[in-house]
């Protein structure tokens, strides 16, 4: 591997990793900051932060931003997310200076113009209207509330209409000079990209950042509980979570291999039982997410009403059968996913600045690939079975529901009925 990192005195971290075979590169920055380092008053404010961004400079105005990116065949694009954000391009060999100079440029000299401002704000309104109309993904946001409640871990990350309105430019100043510093941000390339080259732009460029770490958020308490809205829509759309594990916990690989027994893909338990042999979804499925003090295990389907109670029946039983019932096939097939997708990320120059980004973020270093192959391969049966029994007695679960019938609450019902029994 051809990974190589430097660490700027202001604590900003660089890491490449030159794929010489190809034209193009990939490069972004991570900013280890989200939207549970938001304030009580600045719900919405670290993702309205990533859309001004491209407003505007004190350098360039919100349409230089996107032309001079494109008129060299590049993207420029950004992400928010509970722990992080993200702002990253991909652009041909020569124009890597230009793509450091306006990511640079965006997060250290933004304007906040007052007009640019308030069309943002009508813009995150539209999104969040968008977000509104899709149920099976807002039932997400019920979910995480629910399981996180009174936290910024627990909100919504677009905000809410009046939270978003409220933000001005000064306080999007302050949000940016706490959380944007040094220590918690890394600049990552990988394609076409000289180590030697990306390390003096960035020290020239990223230097206004002040050195100190940002403040620590608010640490995360998975509560549990039930949410369940009566809607008139064609489907039922049922999600459960229960507390994961965080980052750096030694199970964690354990638990994501009981996540895609349980429900990574089509020969999954649940996606086998719920949809092949009962015809209850067309779609169900499992995930985890990890942070960096907690974890968010959860399962979603769509379904009919009529038959959401069936279903979480199903899933229940699943999940108690599983953690004693778990074979080395499937252990086996959940490894070989879980390397699969960690070696296709390495043919994807975007896919592996974001993959390096993260092991920075999350261990201090990237790892090397015999490494993580290694921790993935110690997973065994036992220590997967391990994993999922403490996953369901960890925490009291979170159900989330949206639906047009009582079937949901039913289903809701059994729910608090698992749990009082795995109490």
């Given at each position: 591997?051809?990974?190589?990192?430097?660490?700027?005195?202001?604590?900003?971290?660089?890491v490449?990793?030159?794929?010489?075979?190809?034209?193009?590169?990939?490069?972004?920055?991570?900013?280890?900051?989200?939207?549970?380092?938001?304030?009580?008053?600045?719900?919405?404010?670290?993702?309205?932060?990533?859309?001004?961004?491209?407003?505007?400079?004190?350098?360039?105005?919100?349409?230089?931003?996107?032309?001079?990116?494109?008129?060299?065949?590049?993207?420029?694009?950004?992400?928010?997310?509970?722990?992080?954000?993200?702002?990253?391009?991909?652009?041909?060999?020569?124009?890597?200076?230009?793509?450091?100079?306006?990511?640079?440029?965006?997060?250290?000299?933004?304007?906040?113009?007052?007009?640019?401002?308030?069309?943002e704000?009508?813009?995150?309104?539209?999104?969040?209207?968008?977000?509104?109309?899709?149920?099976?993904?807002?039932?997400?946001?019920?979910?995480?509330?629910v399981?996180?409640?009174?936290?910024?871990?627990?909100?919504?990350?677009?905000?809410?209409?009046?939270?978003?309105?409220?933000?001005?430019?000064?306080?999007?100043?302050?949000?940016?000079?706490?959380?944007?510093?040094?220590?918690?941000?890394?600049?990552?390339?990988?394609?076409?990209?000289?180590?030697?080259?990306?390390?003096?732009?960035?020290?020239?460029?990223?230097?206004?950042?002040?050195?100190?770490?940002?403040?620590?958020?608010?640490?995360?308490?998975?509560?549990g509980?039930?949410?369940?809205?009566?809607?008139?829509?064609?489907?039922?759309?049922?999600?459960?979570?229960?507390?994961?594990?965080?980052?750096?916990?030694?199970?964690?690989?354990?638990?994501?291999?009981?996540?895609?027994?349980?429900?990574?893909?089509?020969?999954?338990?649940?996606?086998?039982?719920?949809?092949?042999?009962?015809?209850?979804?067309?779609?169900?499925?499992?995930?985890?997410?990890?942070?960096s003090?907690?974890?968010?295990?959860?399962?979603?389907?769509?379904?009919?009403?009529?038959?959401?109670?069936?279903?979480?029946?199903?899933?229940?039983?699943?999940?108690?059968?599983?953690?004693?019932?778990?074979?080395?096939?499937?252990?086996?097939?959940?490894?070989?996913?879980?390397?699969?997708g960690?070696?296709?990320?390495?043919?994807?120059?975007?896919?592996?600045?974001?993959?390096?980004?993260?092991?920075?973020?999350?261990?201090?270093?990237?790892?090397?690939?015999?490494?993580?192959?290694?921790?993935?391969?110690?997973?065994?049966?036992?220590?997967?079975?391990?994993?999922?029994?403490?996953?369901?007695?960890?925490?009291?679960?979170?159900?989330?529901?949206?639906?047009?019938?009582?079937?949901?609450?039913?289903?809701?019902?059994l729910?608090e009925?698992?749990?009082?029994?795995?109490?």
């Amino acid at each position: 591997m051809s990974v190589e990192v430097t660490r700027l005195p202001s604590g900003l971290t660089v890491v490449t990793d030159a794929m010489p075979h190809l034209e193009t590169a990939s490069l972004g920055v991570w900013v280890g900051a989200g939207s549970r380092d938001e304030m009580a008053d600045e719900h919405g404010i670290a993702h309205l932060l990533e859309h001004m961004a491209f407003k505007g400079t004190k350098r360039r105005n919100a349409r230089q931003i996107a032309e001079e990116i494109e008129a060299v065949g590049g993207d420029l694009n950004a992400a928010t997310s509970v722990e992080t954000t993200t702002y990253y391009a991909r652009v041909l060999k020569p124009d890597v200076p230009l793509a450091l100079d306006v990511l640079s440029d965006i997060l250290a000299n933004p304007a906040f113009d007052p007009e640019e401002l308030s069309r943002e704000h009508n813009v995150i309104m539209q999104e969040i209207g968008a977000a509104e109309d899709t149920p099976d993904d807002i039932v997400f946001d019920h979910l995480q509330r629910v399981a996180f409640p009174g936290q910024p871990i627990g909100r919504p990350i677009l905000g809410t209409r009046d939270s978003v309105k409220s933000i001005n430019a000064s306080r999007l100043r302050q949000y940016l000079a706490r959380n944007y510093r040094g220590p918690d941000m890394v600049v990552a390339a990988s394609g076409s990209v000289t180590h030697e080259l990306i390390v003096d732009e960035a020290e020239r460029l990223f230097g206004s950042f002040k050195s100190d770490a940002a403040p620590a958020p608010e640490a995360a308490r998975f509560v549990g509980g039930q949410y369940i809205e009566r809607q008139d829509l064609e489907q039922a759309h049922l999600a459960l979570a229960l507390e994961g594990l965080p980052q750096r916990d030694p199970l964690l690989f354990s638990l994501q291999v009981f996540s895609n027994i349980m429900g990574g893909g089509m020969s999954s338990r649940l996606f086998q039982e719920v949809r092949e042999i009962r015809g209850l979804c067309y779609t169900i499925s499992s995930f985890h997410m990890a942070y960096s003090d907690t974890g968010f295990f959860g399962i979603y389907a769509g379904t009919d009403d009529n038959d959401a109670p069936e279903l979480m029946q199903v899933v229940i039983d699943q999940l108690e059968r599983a953690v004693s019932t778990i074979t080395d096939e499937e252990v086996a097939r959940a490894k070989a996913q879980m390397k699969a997708g960690l070696l296709m990320a390495l043919e994807s120059s975007s896919a592996r600045a974001e993959q390096l980004a993260r092991q920075i973020m999350i261990y201090g270093r990237p790892l090397p690939l015999s490494e993580i192959v290694a921790k993935i391969e110690a997973v065994t049966v036992e220590s997967t079975q391990a994993a999922g029994r403490a996953l369901l007695a960890r925490s009291r679960p979170a159900v989330a529901g949206l639906g047009p019938g009582r079937g949901l609450e039913r289903a809701a019902l059994l729910v608090e009925n698992f749990a009082r029994a795995a109490a």
